[in-house]
């Protein structure tokens, strides 16, 4: 008895089955690889920047990328679009999305059922062989392509919101690592001017012109400013690396932070809720709520009939015979009762997470307005008030003390004041510019007008 028409077709079918197959690629990880393209970062042209979703008023973004005269805010967009950690995982999360949408729109595979089987008849062996294709029934495949198509979307616009996030927090940290330079510079001064009034002090004392307390005094006001000093050096020191962490470049790299120059904001609008609808948080849990609209969808055509259909082909006594197979899953007890009842609920927690956000947003937008208009009014005080009047006091201490009617402690308590003041001023600024920037990202000022009916 001939086994070979049987024999032919399961090689045939498996040949079939296995053409395309992608072949396994190790892709070892080498520390001392990954530690050299650490390094080189930012020193290596960027491939083609694709359209960044912020405005460049709010958001400056640079083609080339030099960081031989320092690297500016601009640049470090430009490298945290490529290299920022997070962004690179949010990146990634889209494309296994993408991957399980690729999946979604591929049928089942089919099953390959071959023999043999033996009788107790005249026929010793038969050799059976089926191949089943599955057919979708009530729109399955169709809510599933729906569904994996809206976790993508949900996932690029995760994509979005990271990159937006990111833009902020660089801005943030530019203006933090700038308002450290500046407090140092201030610090520096007042560390030279209690130096200086030490060894004033000191030859004071020599001459027997001041007492040894009015020295004593005058050393610990010098040490405490040095003190002081060293302490706003180590604060730039740890944000400047903390800068160079969120755009993926190493703590340690030789690069200098240009924070010289304007780092003004555009103006921030009055608030308006309908533009932000466009905001990439509410567009993802909007496509995450889509997600289990489909989701339901897919649950609802699973309590109706499995259906697998193809060739039965079988060989026995040298006689072929060819028909057709047929295997029918019957939901007759559960009708999918259970996965439609968990997919309902899960549509239900969608739209909740949705309305959440969206009150967290408006909460988020109003906090730092208020706290924007607060820290401005506050800077306006300092500068026209409390600033003027220390300096102008201390400038009167500095007189009186020439004419003799003053005495050293007197100065420096009044330098001191001075010193507070104009750090009290930067921080207000810094806290000004960093409300402006979270007011800007709730309130969905930092992306392109939506358009009318609300929809992105």
Not at 8 to 31: E, F, H, K, M
Not at 150 to 177: C, K, N, W
Not at 286 to 300: I, P
Not at 443 to 452: I, K, N, T
Request: proline share 5%; glycine share 8%.
């Amino acid at each position: 008895m001939s086994k070979e028409p049987a024999v032919w077709t399961a090689a045939t079918v498996l040949a079939l089955a296995l053409q395309g197959c992608a072949s396994y690629r190790p892709d070892p990880l080498i520390p001392s690889a990954e530690l050299a393209a650490l390094t080189r970062r930012g020193l290596d042209a960027l491939p083609e920047a694709g359209a960044c979703s912020a405005p460049a008023e709010w958001f400056p973004l640079e083609a080339q990328v030099d960081l031989a005269d320092g690297l500016s805010l601009g640049e470090a967009n430009a490298l945290g679009l490529f290299f920022a950690p997070r962004v690179r995982a949010a990146r990634s999360e889209a494309d296994l999305s993408a991957g399980q949408l690729l999946q979604a729109g591929l049928l089942r595979n089919p099953e390959l059922a071959v023999g043999p089987r033996f009788t107790t008849g005249p026929t010793d062996l038969i050799l059976p062989a089926a191949l089943l294709l599955d057919v979708p029934l009530g729109g399955r495949r169709s809510a599933e392509l729906d569904k994996a198509g809206s976790e993508l979307q949900a996932a690029r616009l995760d994509v979005m919101a990271v990159e937006l996030e990111m833009l902020i927090d660089v801005r943030s940290r530019f203006l933090h690592v700038r308002a450290l330079a500046e407090e140092r510079r201030l610090l520096a001064v007042v560390a030279e001017q209690s130096d200086e009034a030490y060894r004033w002090a000191s030859r004071l004392e020599e001459a027997d012109e001041a007492s040894p307390l009015a020295a004593a005094l005058a050393r610990l006001d010098r040490d405490e400013a040095r003190q002081d000093l060293r302490g706003k050096e180590a604060e730039h020191a740890e944000a400047r690396a903390g800068l160079l962490e969120a755009i993926g470049l190493l703590a340690t790299a030789p690069v200098r932070i240009v924070v010289e120059g304007s780092f003004a904001l555009p103006h921030l609008p009055d608030i308006d809720r309908v533009r932000a609808l466009g905001h990439p948080r509410l567009r993802k849990l909007e496509a995450s709520y889509q997600a289990a609209e489909h989701a339901l969808r897919v649950e609802v055509a699973r309590q109706y009939p499995e259906l697998r259909v193809g060739p039965d082909y079988e060989y026995a006594q040298g006689e072929s015979s060819l028909g057709l197979g047929l295997l029918i899953e019957l939901p007759l007890f559960d009708r999918n009762r259970g996965g439609i009842a968990s997919a309902e609920s899960e549509r239900n927690a969608a739209r909740e997470r949705y309305q959440s956000e969206l009150l967290r947003l408006a909460r988020d937008e109003s906090a730092a307005r208020a706290a924007h208009e607060a820290a401005r009014d506050l800077l306006e005080e300092y500068r026209t008030g409390t600033l003027e009047a220390v300096e102008r006091a201390e400038e009167g201490v500095a007189a009186r003390l020439r004419g003799g009617q003053s005495d050293l402690l007197e100065l420096l308590e009044a330098r001191r004041a001075v010193a507070r003041a104009r750090l009290r001023a930067v921080a207000l600024e810094e806290r000004v510019l960093v409300a402006a920037l979270e007011a800007a990202y709730a309130g969905g000022w930092v992306l392109p007008r939506v358009p009318e009916g609300g929809k992105p």
